[in-house]
Nanobody
């Protein structure tokens, strides 16, 4: 069974940076894609960024592409999300996701428990 454990969340002021990490264990097959999603209170979960098995990356929108960077370390079975210039609207629970069968994190089957990111003005 795939287990995803996120770390690195916390509280920062607007304009600050955080780096989230996700450790993957138990996967018998490499994912076609892995990524980060987020969910703010009262909002739907939305994709933030995704990286596929070939290292190609995608972001939900141009603003995230400008401020966030997703990366992977296959040797350590981890992915990371470097977030810069954080804004209050980035406040959310951030989830790591593992998609065995699809590129672009279209339908992840496995999820982490989440790590909270809180940005204050």
């Amino acid at each position: 069974q795939v287990r995803l454990v996120e770390s690195g969340g916390g509280s920062v002021q607007s304009g600050g940076s955080l780096r989230l990490s996700c450790a993957v264990s138990g996967a018998t097959k490499s994912a076609l894609s892995m990524g980060w999603f987020r969910q703010a209170p009262g909002q739907k979960r939305e994709k933030v960024a995704c990286i596929d098995e070939e290292g190609d990356t995608s972001y939900w929108n141009s603003d995230m592409r400008r401020r966030f960077t997703i990366s992977e370390d296959p040797g350590k079975n981890t992915i990371a999300l470097q977030m810069t210039d954080l804004q209050v609207d980035d406040t959310a629970m951030y989830y790591c996701a593992h998609d065995k069968a699809n590129y672009y994190c279209l339908n992840p089957e496995d999820w982490g428990q989440g790590t909270q990111v809180t940005v204050s003005s």
